[in-house]
């Protein structure tokens, strides 16, 4: 199994001609929030839960290996 590494495979492309400088790269992510709401299709402590987990999950910054200078994220917030 591979483990992603963006900034190393960017690196990788320099000898084909594409150079990116990796001082001066910024890498946009987009993030959303779970919010639970009163009277929705589901139970209220399943959308609690739902909310938490979603919270908890794993960060994509760490998972791709993204210098945390270069990130930007966009959020929204999504109602269930």
Do not use: C
Not at 45 to 74: C, I, Q, T
Request: net charge negative.
């Amino acid at each position: 199994m591979n483990t992603p590494d963006v900034p190393k495979a960017l690196a990788l492309t320099r000898p084909h001609g594409l150079d990116i400088p990796p001082f001066e790269t910024s890498y946009f992510l987009s993030r959303e929030t779970v919010v639970p709401t009163e009277g929705g299709g589901m139970a209220n402590w399943r959308e609690r839960l739902f909310a938490v987990m979603s919270k908890n999950a794993g960060s994509v910054v760490e998972y791709f290996h993204l210098p945390d200078n270069a990130v930007v994220e966009l959020g929204t917030r999504v109602q269930i």
